[in-house]
């Protein structure tokens, strides 16, 4: 166990709609990534917090926001949902804005119809 | 921006050793890290490597070569749980974030 919690672990919708993923970093970190996985694909970085303020930004697209709140804990949503966004939806923390070491949870599978 | 290179798959024998390479380009750096993955499931942290040379943590080693813009992982006395994939993840300057490799699939034959 990472420590790192992600809700919901499973989630289907249809195309068009909007959802929010969910993450609760590990007890003390202050860095939040979020990493998008498709079918057999690597780890595609979408976005970094550190400390509430946004830190770096990957290719997250325009319908894709997200934020961390002052308790730390993050949220991505995920607007018009396209059939292309189904896959698996990671959130990582660690305690450091640049270090190597994350922690990842256990990942929100998101299944577009 | 950042990219990075390893290859797609290796194959190698239960009890062996294998290597897998990463190369990276990247503007700045501050260092190398591999993560193991098993289908479905979170990657995990293996090793980090800031500066050149080896690491080993038990029976993985990661090493690092910064004018190179190489490193690599090396499993020991493979065992089939090792049978994943591993990505390479590099850090660089500015606003990048850490951004991983496309993963190299690992299968261990008896």
């Known amino acids: 166990d990472s420590g790192v919690t992600q809700t919901p672990k499973h989630l289907i919708t249809a195309t068009g709609q909007r959802v929010t993923l969910r993450c609760s970093p590990r007890s003390g970190d202050l860095s939040v990534y979020w990493y998008q996985q498709s079918l057999d694909q690597g780890l595609q970085f979408l976005i970094q917090?550190?400390?509430?303020?946004?830190?770096a930004k990957g290719n997250i697209l325009e319908r894709f926001s997200a934020q961390q709140f002052p308790d730390l804990h993050s949220e991505l949503n995920l607007s018009s949902l396209e059939l292309g966004d189904s896959a698996l939806y990671f959130c990582a923390s660690t305690g450091g804005p640049n270090t190597g070491e994350l922690f990842f949870g256990e990942g929100s599978r998101l299944t577009v119809l | 921006g950042q990219s990075l290179e390893q290859p797609s798959e290796v194959t190698a024998v239960e009890g062996a050793i294998v290597q897998i390479n990463c190369t990276y380009q990247?503007?700045?750096?501050?260092?190398l890290s591999w993560y193991q993955q098993h289908d479905g499931g979170a990657p995990t942290f293996l090793s980090y490597?800031?500066?050149?040379g080896l690491e080993e943590t038990g029976r993985f080693s990661s090493f690092l070569s910064r004018s190179d813009s190489y490193g690599y992982l090396l499993l020991q006395e493979l065992q089939m749980k090792d049978s994943a994939s591993y990505f390479c993840a590099v850090r660089g300057g500015g606003a990048d974030g850490l951004t991983f490799g496309k993963g190299t699939h690992l299968i261990i034959q008896p």
């Open positions: 917090y550190y400390n509430g303020e946004e830190r």
């Open positions: 490597n800031a500066l050149d």
């Open positions: 990247t503007s700045g750096f501050y260092g």
